[in-house]
């Protein structure tokens, strides 16, 4: 799975702490996911989309090969 986030987060002026502490998880989590080394829970997935005010598929892309 490929996520937006870096892009969002440029996009909103937020940085890895800045996004960690609005998603209330850890900044390394944030760091984990835009390495795609870490899957979000679906929770955790639609707090960020939150964030950024866009649907979960818009954040987060799921390929037709996973």
């Known amino acids: 799975m490929k996520s937006r ?3 969002l987060r ?3 002026g937020l940085n890895q702490t800045e996004l960690a502490k609005l998603a ?3 900044r390394q989590t ?3 996911i835009e ?3 870490y899957m979000p829970s679906i929770l955790i997935a639609v ?3 939150r964030i950024f ?3 979960v598929e818009n954040v987060f ?3 037709e090969e996973e």
């Open 5 to 7: 986030l870096k892009e």
């Open 10 to 12: 440029a996009r909103d």
């Open 24 to 26: 209330k998880i850890s």
């Open 30 to 32: 944030i760091s984990l």
């Open 35 to 37: 390495r795609e080394e």
């Open 47 to 49: 707090r960020i989309a």
């Open 53 to 55: 005010n866009e649907p």
């Open 61 to 63: 892309l799921i390929g």
